[in-house]
């Protein structure tokens, strides 16, 4: 079976995914920023939206507040930064081979997803 928190956290990986491609939308299209670049603001935008998700959905019961929020948020970044290093480097591969920037950016974010989930419970959230 798979565990309510695993499947919630998914589901917020998913709007972090849908708010990923539209951060590299907007950095690339209308700020002009090279895909790398517009991958790399992507990629923090997402991280953001997906810690204040999970902190209030997926670990509710273990939720930060206050002053232990924003060492959550630099925890989570330091945690998803390893994710983020498979996630740029699947998406500056693919893009260098298919250059379509959403399919890029895609099969980026989703490289580093398992690694999250495994890895921010216990240090984000003090999960055993």
Not at 11 to 25: E, I, K, W
Not at 46 to 54: G, H, P, R, V, Y
Request: net charge positive; aromatic share 16%.
């Amino acid at each position: 079976m798979v565990s309510l928190q695993l499947m919630i956290f998914a589901m917020v990986g998913c709007t972090g995914l849908l708010v990923h491609l539209g951060a590299l939308f907007v950095a690339s299209n209308l700020f002009d920023l090279p895909f790398a670049q517009a991958q790399a603001v992507g990629a923090f935008v997402a991280m953001t939206s997906n810690f204040t998700l999970n902190n209030s959905l997926t670990y509710r019961d273990r939720r930060l507040k206050g002053f232990a929020f924003l060492r959550g948020l630099l925890a989570f970044y330091l945690v998803c930064s390893v994710g983020l290093f498979a996630n740029f480097g699947v998406a500056l591969s693919v893009y260098d081979h298919e250059p379509v920037w959403w399919f890029a950016a895609a099969a980026g974010a989703l490289m580093g997803a398992v690694w999250n989930y495994v890895m921010s419970g216990p240090f984000v959230w003090r999960m055993r």
